[in-house]
């Protein structure tokens, strides 16, 4: 695009570049229009022609594209739209900016994803396709960099369809090509996408090499693309040597990426019914503690000693029944002791813990929950628990109990920055901008490292009059962080 100053559209200024294709970027600006100047993404596509005539039937399916994704965008996981205009040869839609990291940041190359983790992605990713075959609409570009865990609630959005397609075969084509000399996507697309043909079963192929790419934690490159003839031997072979995921959901997966598409799951419904038919109930549970209590020794085999016998009655009953009140005194010694340090508590907590952890890691926010709970049932007063379950309000929407659990867990540990930072934040969404700035400052003073703590302070001390304090603290958040979705968000701020 040139002249990245001026503005789009009249309204919208150049933040960055986010990606780019065939001809066409998606740009990150701000809309000057409106206050704050809220960030927006705008895809940027080319005209493939100056003709009217074309050049008019082209906008037309252009315009009924955006229609159904101005529909769509009704759900939350999908970006809303907010509107398109012309410029310069070339058709811009403004959609909604999703604040998150892409997909492609939790795909670490050599760190496969547990089981419990994979199939909660791809329960919501089938969830997302579902929503989208009921209205008729292929997603069509279904890769990691479109996937946006949403920082708030950590929900899975979907984004960036493909327009291209309804420009016709020939333009798909071009897109398609200029893919595969990139090898940007070229892995992720199934053999009829390449002919000009997708359908439903189009995305559960590339979601399926997503998730092969998760199990396996092979990089894209390492993986073969659909031209290869022997491509699903291939997949399968790759499938078979991730060692955290079960033959049933490992066969599952290689019928998704089957280059016959009429060999795969023709609907997202009936993949997700296979996958919860699968899915052993309660498997997401943590496994029965095994016994870690001390054992005694076991009994030594019978004595063939005639006098043996003779020798062991000969035991006064005085003396037995003061190894016995030994023995049991150790027992309800050993009993008082568990119970005052509260071990199999503790066990039990860290490993619901670590249930809740796996959980929200994945976006089950609603299974995280439960896991809290539990650990607090076994122990009231656990900090850890206490600061993630009211973090997780915050992000719920609960702000009275988010509130409460974050305060219950810094009257424990009241020098935990992170938690400071997230009851600021708490405070900032209920309206207390004095008590905001006090925790964030709290926050700072623990940890001067936070950044996201000095941009929401700065955002704070703005809301409060504090013009200059809220520039100092946007200048500090830009010397510490190199990231440049923040550093954008602390300029235009």
């Known amino acids: 695009m040139s002249g990245k100053n001026r503005l789009l559209g009249g309204r919208y200024q150049f933040i960055q570049v986010l990606g780019t294709g065939h001809q066409s970027q998606t740009l990150l600006v701000a809309d000057v229009h409106y206050p704050g100047h809220p960030k927006c993404v705008v895809k940027q596509l080319p005209l493939p022609t100056r003709n009217p005539t074309t050049l008019k039937f082209i906008l037309s399916l252009l315009r009924k594209k955006i229609e159904v994704l101005e529909m769509l965008g009704r759900d939350d996981r999908i970006p809303d739209t907010f509107g398109f205009f012309e410029d310069q040869q070339s058709f811009y839609l403004v959609q909604e900016f999703v604040p998150g990291r892409s997909l492609s940041d939790e795909l670490a190359p050599g760190e496969p994803w547990p089981q419990v983790k994979l199939v909660a992605f791809l329960r919501e990713m089938l969830q997302i396709l579902a929503f989208l075959q009921e209205h008729g609409v292929t997603h069509g570009n279904l890769k990691p960099t479109n996937i946006i865990r949403h920082q708030a609630d950590r929900r899975l959005v979907l984004c960036d369809f493909n327009l291209l397609k309804d420009l016709g075969r020939e333009v798909l084509g071009r897109e398609l090509a200029e893919q595969g000399r990139l090898k940007q996507s070229w892995v992720y697309v199934a053999p009829e996408q390449r002919l000009g043909r997708p359908r439903f079963c189009t995305d559960h192929y590339a979601l399926g090499i997503v998730a092969i790419q998760a199990a396996t934690g092979l990089p894209m490159d390492k993986l073969p693309d659909a031209e290869d003839p022997d491509v699903h031997r291939k997949l399968t072979t790759v499938l078979q040597n991730a060692a955290d995921i079960s033959i049933n959901l490992a066969s599952l997966i290689a019928r998704m990426v089957h280059p016959d598409g009429d060999r795969r799951h023709q609907k997202a419904v009936e993949l997700l019914a ?25 009994p030594e085999s019978a004595t063939t000693d005639p006098q043996a016998g003779k020798r062991s009655l000969g035991l006064s009953l005085g003396t037995r029944g003061r190894w016995v009140a030994m023995v049991i005194g150790a027992a309800i010694a050993t009993l008082i002791g568990l119970w005052v340090f509260r071990v199999p508590q503790r066990v039990w907590a860290q490993r619901y813990l670590q249930t809740a952890e796996t959980a929200q890691a994945s976006g089950d926010t609603q299974a995280a929950l439960d896991q809290y709970n539990r650990v607090l049932e076994l122990l009231p007063q656990h900090a850890p628990a206490l600061a993630a379950r009211g973090t997780l309000f915050n992000q719920l929407g609960e702000t009275e109990a988010a509130l409460q659990d974050l305060t219950a867990a810094l009257d424990q540990e009241p020098d935990q920055g992170e938690w400071l930072y997230q009851r600021g934040n708490v405070r900032f969404r209920a309206g207390d901008i004095e008590g905001a700035i006090k925790d964030y400052t709290q926050a700072l003073d623990v940890d001067s490292t936070l950044v996201n703590a000095y941009m929401n302070r700065g955002s704070a001390r703005a809301e409060w009059g504090d013009d200059q304090g809220a520039v100092q603290d946007y200048t500090q958040a830009l010397a510490l962080t190199p990231e440049s979705d923040t550093q954008a968000a602390a300029y235009v701020n």
């Open 274 to 298: 296979d996958l919860h038919r699968l899915t052993v109930p309660g498997s997401q549970q943590p496994l029965p503690l095994v016994d870690e209590t001390i054992a005694f020794p076991t």
